[in-house]
């Protein structure tokens, strides 16, 4: 769409996703766990599940699922003060965790769930652009392998999770429509989109923002092509590590 | 796209706004106040205009504009407690002032503005769903009215808003693709979406969610398409308010 | 009591209210809803009913009354931060919003309320002086009709509202004895009251304070002249908003 | 004013203070130290001096004065939790060192005081009552003390305390008008009133309360006789302890 | 074990405590109440005794001893803000709380305490070193007359307190071993060591820290020595203050 | 020094820690990073190097050593809540970092460190007990990888390291002293002890915590051999681990 293309530091193609490495079991106390790595950057993704729900849920034979989201201080290359010391939770934090508990709760059928609540922890080790994204990925992974462990334990009938969501970043650097940014990418970026899509093909999140300047719709259409083929293969990842985690 | 449509409690059609009105002045301590109403949906929005900068942004000749969002307890049918006194800003009022300011953020060149700090105050005095759309709209033009008066004071040379910008809501309900959703309806909504665009019909945010269900592509053009149709109204409705504020 | 009278920028004379209007049902999701105006000071209160009492009073058959206070960050000339930011509450807002409860719960009868919570909500749209006088006088009312449709519902037999109570403030400004402070005669004042009084003439609250020096007790009993006037006035455009409110 | 006259259960009369006891250099770290009994009610009063003055009042070669209130958790009957543990100062300690605070205020020369703030600890180590005006006799007292000290060290030319100022409570219980109530007797009140007076009879703060049923001026009059009788006791013994502190 | 020892300004030997004097009943509002200066340290410690236990104790039939720990702002000589305005508890407050508590609940028989919490409030009203210490051997004292009139009340059968514990502190100044560090001294420690002990002689805290420089076990050894000798004088104040207490 | 000896779950005797390891550079952002594993328990640590000292310390020209502590919800095998949803700090995480802080500024000379802050964070993975001791080992690798490429970089003449310094705990269960105490063991200790240890033999904190009851001094210098044995191990790795990072 561009004459002159944006050359990538990493030598990828445009439409090229970072290496990306799924590791069931990163952790052994929660009931569902996985190491999310795309490229540098590494999320920590726990499931747990706990009987009960929210008092307004309270009686309704229906489960909840939620997230939280935290970065550890030197995830990033200069420090950042602890949000337990600032003694708040700041804004950025608040509305990733709030997306990716909006993007799990769309593919989990609550009624199966019964009055259980699942929390999603997703904790970034290490900060390289797109950590909400791994996160969305990587809690579903979490997810599904913890209802897997439900189903096999007798506890749930079958897995509440009605298909897996993965999510990844699309943007527009000087004029060139960039798959999966990393940090310098998308600090660059004059258009940055996030997508959350399901195994078959529905859209779950589509957030896009333009950073300096409107974008036209046309471009929308390109920036969501791009993330489509991530995506199918983010979900080819996600089902490799469920089964590793039998 | 349905076979039978959702009958709208108002009487709209599918494809109309609410009556909505804009009051420029409302108030007269800020350098730029707006009441916008649509429907039952009431905000007041105030554009403070203040000499410097954040730390991270002094020296760089450039501005910064930032939104904060509020509502009175009692802007809703049951009340709600004051974030003061629970001594916190929840993660849904992070979530819209972040969006409030991008949106205007994206149109406003802050080179022109110089090292000063626009903030737009957003309160909802009533609540009928669409608060955070109608926030952007009016603190546009809230935005737009105080530039006018800097320049028009001899302060800036000419306004550092390059162009007005607008946002409205559509939503699925029982399969029915809505334009502007009440809160009756945004409640019941299958999908959510925000949108936020300029005057030359550049995308500023696009913000779809599946609350329950994920949705294909075209449903998602449908959608754009209705809210472009809203937005160009509400473009109207603020180039004349601000003429009236003269 | 001075040889040479203060000028009141408005041209008032000494004793003279500003100008006093009370909008019954400014907003319609409460129960009592008045927006006040007292020349430029506008403040929107608001009656929650709500079933139930604090735990202290729980199995008493009898009510409560509270309330709490607000500003907008742009009703005054300049901006201020909001205390939802600041994380807590500050000492000037929880002094005047436990007057306001003082001074409500004095003329409510308990038990006739039976086991509710009423919530006056006082939100400051725009302050030029007075606002916690003129929370009083609107708050008042906004109970006195919440109550009113109560009774009319059924809910209660008679209103637990004994009688109505206004207030106003009165203050020393260059020797001058003035009633109904504007905010630019408030900043000058060498002493300010505060007084609260019921229909009968019964006081309720008096509040007087030396902002630099003492002053005698007789310049007290005039104030207290002064005071009550103005709230006669009051009490009389109270009477009339209820009956407008039907 | 009643017939039949209140027994208080400390065999006191109506107009009779409780037994008050100064003592001077109760701690020997601060500026000015004064541990101020009244009956039951122990208050230790600290003052801080300290060089330089709250931002907002720099450069204006003026002092300032402020006040701090707290209490033991144990200073009552039941234990009250710690505001240092629930994270926040109440509305009742807010509302009380602001009146603190400005009656100090207004008997300082804040000219002859200097860029310098003087803190006012009064903490609470046992209540029985009026812990509010015991704070003030005793605030008064430490300050006079303080500046003793800091014109003997020749920091000073004279003492920037114009006058000292003293205060008690009075109240209405039972329809007989009580001075110094204790805990037992302030709970019971109809009225309440704390009153804030100088060594040449000016009113520093006058603040009365129907806790009730509103109160008619007449009786306000008599209140603020006994309270004047009690305040030039109060006097009396802040001056001997002054003499005693050397 | 140095050649020249270390002169301490108050002329005590190395392994002399300061003046240590126990008051009991000091306030009357608490189940107990002691007062304890050790020099010019002066700590208040006050035993609540409340029914119920925390909930992750209901139902044991265990109590629960818990401490909290205050200091003035101006028990130091320069003032300290307080915790409440700074809107939470410090790490080393926090610290002292957690150390206080553990000391008491390792000679507390919590079957025989019943389902009751005694919380240990310890308020330093003036600091010269050794307020944590001051505080555990304070603490004891309250709750020891506590429990003394439980039994006399009724309440318990037997004195849940098993044996009785005191703490002093033991540093190394100079190369020179000094028993109970005054402030001075302890602001120029190189080791600074806490010692909790029972009446039969048991360890219940060793908290030894080098401020500087590491130090030898034969060191330590020493300093126990000396911490040991002071405790054995301060239990010995203790029973006398409970024999006083009656 | 029982007949009957506690047997470990793990089969280790007595003396014998549990399996450790040391991975420098886990994450690539911070200037010293290290992975500690201790058996189950997985620590984080990252340091990280600032220009700049406290306000207090300014001009002085020296350094300062910090540490913070923190721990993954899911470290444990019950969720715990995030310390930055609940607004504050807990007790127990000040207590630890504030040790790990004063571990390892005893052995930093700040003066060949100069005006720089170093701050360790330590992040707990993984929780199986001990994991402020991990902690600390962690934290003085991660120290000394910095400090060692701070010299390397030319910026430092000589690491301000003076020596290393290792933790490890030892407890008393069923009368029986362990080494290197798991969770399970530890949640049945009846004694718990830290302690920290230099190379040269030096002990820089020893802690030692009567859980349910008094302890002997004989049984606190078994403990300690106890604890020596196993930090020799520990000093040995952690300079492998130096070497590994170059």
Redesign the interface.
Known sequence: MTEKEFFRASGRRPDEMRPVKLTAGY????EG?VLIEVG?T?V?C?A?V?QGVPGWMRNSGRGWVTA?Y?M??????T?TA??????????????I??LIG?SLR??VDMQALGERTV?L?C?V???DGGTRTAAITGACTALAIACQRLVKAGTLKASPLRQLVAATSVGIVEGTTLLDLAYEEDSQAEVDMNLV??E??????????????????AR?MEM?DYAEKGIRELLALQRAAMESAG
Do not use: C, N, W, Y
């Open positions: 952790t052994s106390m929660p766990s540098h590494r920590l726990a747990t706990e939280e935290g550890l201080p030197r995830a990033t290359l420090r602890r949000e337990s010391e600032r003694g708040k939770v700041g804004g950025r934090t608040h509305e965790q709030r909006r769309a593919v929390i922890d904790d080790l290490q900060a899509m399901t078959d093909g529905g859209l779950v999140e589509v957030q896009a923002t333009a950073e300096r300047q409107a974008f036209p719709r929308m969501m």
